[in-house]
Nanobody, 123 residues
C-alpha cells in the first residue's frame, strides 16, 4: 500500500516556475516507478512525466519536454516535478501516481494516486 500526498501547487505568472512534491508513505516506495499526470477543466487526464524506481530513466510528454524535470529522492520517499517556463496551458490539477512496474504513459498502469494539487498559470 502506498499513500501519496502532493504539494507545491499555486498561482504563478507565465514564464515562472513551480516545484511540485509528492510525499509517499510505505516502505516500498523505492520499488515503484512514479508518474505525474494532469487534468485541466473539461479535458481528459494526460501524462506529464514518469521516472523509474531508481531514477535512472525519465520520460516526458512532448508538451513539457525541456521545461519540466522529474526527479526522486528514495531516502525521503518523495518525487518532484520542477516546472519552468510555465504557460497558461499548463494550468491543471496535477496528480502523482505509483506504478509497480516500469514507468507507464497511461493512467491505468498506475495503482496509487494522490489527491492532486492545483497549478494555475496566468497570462
Amino acid at each position: 500500500q502506498v499513500q501519496l500526498v502532493e504539494s507545491g501547487g499555486g498561482l504563478v505568472q507565465a514564464g515562472g516556475s513551480l516545484r511540485l512534491s509528492c510525499a509517499a508513505s510505505g516502505r516500498t516506495f523505492s520499488s515503484y516507478a512514479m508518474g505525474w499526470f494532469r487534468q485541466a477543466p473539461g479535458k481528459e487526464r494526460e501524462f506529464v512525466a514518469a521516472i523509474s524506481w531508481s531514477g535512472g530513466s525519465t520520460y516526458y510528454a512532448d508538451s513539457v519536454k525541456g521545461r519540466f524535470t522529474i526527479s526522486r529522492d528514495n531516502a525521503k520517499n518523495t518525487v518532484y516535478l520542477q516546472m519552468n517556463s510555465l504557460k497558461p496551458e499548463d494550468t491543471a490539477v496535477y496528480y502523482c501516481a505509483a506504478d509497480p512496474l516500469d514507468p507507464g504513459y497511461r493512467g491505468y498502469e498506475y495503482d496509487y494516486w494522490g489527491q492532486g494539487t492545483q497549478v494555475t498559470v496566468s497570462s
